[in-house]
């Protein structure tokens, strides 16, 4: 079945970028989506890049896109202490359902 | 004012108990998700539907109904609460061009 996956925890010091990662299974995937929910809140959509793409830029976020290894990254330039969240990847194919990733827990230090 | 919005926030009830969890939508969409976010799970989808009148399952469905009362609106029962099915609680809509919008959350705990 389809399987989104992303590693759980990363840490990184203020002003360096971080680069979070997502593999996923579904090779009909048409959309690749990351959001970001901080606590207490909701799932808030940062970017989404469609699969016949392999990057899109956007202020300080860069999403590649490797299809062959459905391989997906999400990198955050200049990261602050206001970018601390719980990043989510996701999938859509043919379906109409998203697939979530488990989150990946950003930890952003002085 | 916020696009999608839920009611109650936080609900703490007993096993057994039926359950109404609400969600309003102002962005006009037709499509509407509800998922439940479990700690290290990510988000599983309970039901969606796409129009008033399309209901569908998702994943996770067991123990759960809904109503899609009108285009803005679509609420979720759990006909008799039981404690693992204590979690966050998500509605969310979807555009015609793929964005999923959701709701700020309902924390529910069943003792």
């Known amino acids: 079945g389809e399987d989104v996956e992303q590693s759980l925890f990363l840490s990184v010091r203020e002003g360096d970028s971080s680069v979070i990662n997502c593999t996923y299974t579904?090779?009909?995937?048409?959309?690749l989506y990351w959001y970001k929910q901080e606590p207490g809140a909701g799932l808030q959509l940062l970017t989404y890049?469609?699969?016949?793409?392999d990057m899109k830029q956007d202020q300080r976020l860069t999403v590649l896109l490797n299809k062959k290894d459905k391989h997906l990254s999400l990198r955050i330039a200049d990261t602050q202490t206001g970018d601390s969240a719980i990043y989510f990847c996701?999938?859509?194919?043919?379906?109409?359902?998203?697939?979530f990733g488990t989150g990946t827990r950003l930890q952003v230090f002085p | 004012d916020a696009d999608v919005t839920q009611t109650p926030r936080n609900r703490i009830t007993k096993t057994g108990k039926r359950i109404m969890l609400e969600c309003s939508q102002t962005?006009?969409?037709?499509?509407m998700y509800w998922y439940r976010q479990d700690p290290g799970l990510g988000l599983q989808l309970i039901y969606y539907?796409?129009?008033?009148?399309?209901?569908n399952k998702g994943e996770i469905s067991d123990g759960y109904s809904v109503s899609r009362q009108a285009q803005a609106k679509f609420s979720l029962s759990l006909e008799s609460a039981i404690p693992n099915q204590t979690a966050l609680y998500f509605c969310?809509?979807?555009?015609?061009?793929?964005?999923?919008?959701f709701g700020p959350g309902t924390r529910l705990t069943v003792l």
């Open positions: 969310a809509t979807r555009s015609v061009w793929g964005e999923q919008f």
């Open positions: 579904d090779s009909s995937s048409t959309y």
């Open positions: 890049i469609f699969s016949n793409m």
């Open positions: 996701a999938e859509r194919g043919n379906t109409d359902k998203l697939i």
């Open positions: 962005k006009g969409h037709d499509r």
């Open positions: 539907s796409f129009d008033v009148k399309d209901i």
